[in-house]
T-cell receptor, first 114, second 110 residues
Framework: DAGVTQSPTHLIKTRGQHVTLRCSPI?????VSWYQQVLGQGPQFIFQ???????GRGNFPDRFSARQFPNYSSELNVNALLLGDSALYLC?????????????FGNGTRLTVT | GEDVEQSLFLSVREGDSSVINCTYT??????LYWYKQEPGAGLQLLTY?????DMKQDQRLTVLLNKKDKHLSLRIADTQTGDSAIYFC??????????FGAGTTVTVRA
């Protein structure tokens, strides 16, 4: 069975541009979460979606948005990119989106903003 | 509060046991997790423990939980070179998100 898949794997953008990152969950998983991992730090929670509804949002500006589609895949959008947005963006899926439903992570999208 | 702390580095000889320690602050966390990250990769779920348990063993991995002290540890028996990676401790927050530590870099030397 395929794990969580993310695309693209690497991306280089310029300050002020917009970016869309994509994620396909493990088959049967209905919840998708997004995390940002800056070099040398642990992942920070951005969003969680369950059954296409936003269940939670981390401490990120409104430039960050996301959505979940009927097939449970998800997109993370970031507008007006800043240099500080350079990071590894990790998508995770889980069966139910609750704490007793462990998160399974993809390999991430490495975003570099110049 | 959401604050998970781990020691940053651990060096261990191949064949020895590794012990990675973690402290967390949210006493309402119901589940605690250990993830492994190899260079250039995402996070691999190693194991997790429910907060009403003291210990969980899974092959070479043993998790110990001291809920009173909010202390979690991961022991890797017979450490191998393939165990070299960054290990993250995480606590569940508000039922739907994880708060991670900064990670412990484990280096296995021959």
């Amino acid at each position: 069975d395929a794990g969580v898949t993310q695309s693209p794997t690497h991306l280089i953008k310029t300050r002020g541009q917009h970016v869309t990152l994509r994620c396909s969950p493990i088959s049967g998983h209905k919840s998708v979460s997004w995390y940002q991992q800056v070099l040398g730090q642990g992942p920070q929670f951005i969003f969680q979606y369950y059954e296409k509804e936003e269940r939670g949002r981390g401490n990120f500006p409104d430039r960050f948005s996301a959505r979940q589609f009927p097939n449970y895949s998800s997109e993370l959008n970031v507008n007006a990119l800043l240099l500080g947005d350079s990071a590894l963006y990790l998508c995770a899926s889980s069966l139910a989106g609750t704490e007793n439903s462990p998160l399974h992570f993809g390999n991430g999208t490495r975003l570099t903003v110049t | 509060g959401e604050d998970v702390e781990q020691s940053l580095f651990l060096s261990v000889r191949e064949g020895d046991s590794s012990v990675i320690n973690c402290t967390y602050t949210d006493s309402s966390s119901t589940y605690l997790y250990w993830y492994k990250q190899e260079p250039g990769a995402g996070l691999q779920l190693l194991t997790y423990i429910f907060s009403n348990m003291d210990m969980k063993q899974d092959q070479r991995l043993t998790v110990l939980l001291n809920k009173k002290d909010k202390h979690l540890s991961l022991r890797i028996a017979d450490t191998q070179t393939g165990d070299s990676a960054i290990y993250f401790c995480a606590e569940s927050i508000d039922d739907y998100k994880l708060s991670f530590g900064a990670g412990t870099t484990v280096t296995v030397r021959a």
